[in-house]
């Protein structure tokens, strides 16, 4: 199989809907490539596994099934989205409202502008399709990072702290 960018419960901070609702719990800055028009598909990852359970139980040997979101969203627009849904779940945030800790860094040399993926196949051969919505998955994300901080703190080492500002520095 093929998937788009997976997102929900114990994503590694490195990546951006992790990053963010980290960073917004802290009160940083909200580091988002270039212009943030990049278009990503989204998929939330208890969908991806229901779709690899159905690849395996109804799908044919040797075949590549595609597995995606159904959505496509720049991340500007997922970061601002992230932003509104914590400033109404969080009740104790350093900065409110968290679209103010916004700030655009420079964007990666050859930093594709969309992902996307095509998963007509999967749907019409296997009658899978994703159930849960970017906003509804976005929504259940943060508030697992709101309520698992004993998960996610120990994460942020000075290794990690390390990398992160070899990554993200603004520029």
Known sequence: TNCSNNYGPYHFPEKLIPLMCINMLLGKELPVYGDGQNIRDWL????????????????????????GGNN?????????MLCQIMDELA????????????????DRPGHDRRYAIDATKIKTELGW???VTVEE???????WFLNNRNWWEPL?????QAYYQKVYASS
Not at 137 to 143: A, F
Request: hydrophobic fraction near 30%; proline fraction near 6%; charged fraction near 30%.
């Open 91 to 106: 009740t104790d945030l350093p900065v409110q409202p968290c679209e103010k800790l916004i700030t655009f860094v420079k």
């Open 72 to 80: 496509e969203v720049k991340n500007i627009d997922l970061v601002r």
């Open 129 to 131: 399709q994703p159930s």
């Open 44 to 67: 939330y990852v208890i969908d991806h596994c229901r779709a690899l359970d159905t690849v395996i139980h109804k799908g044919k040997p040797g075949e590549t099934y595609n597995i």
């Open 137 to 143: 998955g976005l929504r259940q994300t943060v508030d």
């Open 156 to 160: 942020l080492s000075e290794e990690y």
